[in-house]
């Protein structure tokens, strides 16, 4: 079942969105192939540390985040990825791992990859191993007025 915040909160906002389901994938190329979403299509959510402070990067599923270009771009002196111990309490009402990118429902900044901004529509996990919302970018960016920065490789 999607996460209810979510749901709540693109209904509220008259988001036009799909709700895909598939079988049980854990990492983000598989859960994109198991959805028949293209990876670039498919937004990855990582959950790192910027000097002490939580936040998102949101890039696409081929993609792997470059620590030193995200130091760079955000300025930040201290980046790491979070453990899965550190942020799964954040998202009480998401599977671990499977959190939705839309940081601004959570409390922390979110960043996104320029590849992925340029796209008409995205999907992302719905809170669930076996669940993937899919809407257009433009309503993403509306809602969760992400950072575009470029911290890909």
């Known amino acids: 079942m999607p996460v209810k915040k979510l749901k709540d909160f693109l209904d509220g906002q008259n988001v036009r969105y799909v709700v895909l389901a598939h079988s049980p994938a854990y990492t983000a190329q598989e859960v994109a192939a198991s959805a028949?979403?293209?990876?670039?299509?498919?937004?990855?959510?990582v959950i790192v540390e910027l000097d002490g402070e939580t936040a998102m990067v949101v890039l696409p599923a081929h993609r792997k985040v470059v620590l030193q270009d995200l130091r760079d771009v955000t300025g930040a002196e201290r980046v790491r990825f979070a453990t899965e111990d550190e942020f799964e309490r954040l998202f009480p009402d998401c599977d671990t791992g499977a959190m939705p990118p839309f940081g601004n429902l959570y409390g922390m900044e979110v960043y996104v990859a320029p590849e992925l901004a340029q796209e008409e529509e995205i999907a992302f996990n719905a809170g669930s191993h076996t669940e993937v919302f899919r809407m257009a970018y433009s309503d993403f960016e509306r809602l969760v007025n992400p950072k575009v920065l470029s911290f890909t490789t």
Not at 36 to 44: E, I
């Open 36 to 45: 028949h979403v293209s990876g670039k299509d498919f937004a990855k959510t």
